[in-house]
């Protein structure tokens, strides 16, 4: 009984360390822990896709100059049961958008929420 006992353990011990990393994932390390505001960005490209969606936007500042940003948001099977399709921003959609930016300061972030244009509201979570 004991060898086939430390067998089932040796399994669940390799089990466990191999499968480590794919739980893991990645997380919220990389972006900043503030909320910044983007308005009057305009979209350029969305990606509904696993594991995450894109939203793909220009901002212009002041002197006219143009950023291209992209921020990560949920899967679609998660954005779908908070309101979201694979149709809710389109190329040209003038957004104001909230992330976390990621920590090296390029354009880049987690989304926390979009408002469209009519004042609707595109959350990336329940909780966002």
């Known amino acids: 009984m004991k ?15 191999a499968c480590g990393p794919v739980l893991a994932h990645h997380g919220a390390a ?16 969305f990606q509904w896709g696993n594991p995450h969606s894109i939203v793909m936007f220009d901002v212009k500042d002041g002197k ?24 809710s921003v389109q190329p040209g959609d003038v957004i104001r958008v ?3 930016q990621a920590r090296s300061g390029n354009p880049v972030g987690r989304l ?16 966002g």
């Open 3 to 17: 060898p086939k006992l430390s067998l089932f353990f040796a399994f669940i011990a390799g089990l466990l360390i």
């Open 30 to 45: 990389a972006y900043s822990d503030r909320v910044i505001v983007l308005k009057d960005a305009t979209v350029t490209k």
């Open 64 to 87: 006219g100059n143009v950023t291209h940003w992209a921020a990560e948001a949920g899967s679609p099977s998660v954005l779908g049961l908070i309101g979201w399709s694979k149709t």
């Open 98 to 100: 909230y992330l976390y």
């Open 112 to 127: 926390q929420k979009i408002v469209l244009a009519d004042g609707t509201t595109l959350r990336d979570s329940q909780l």
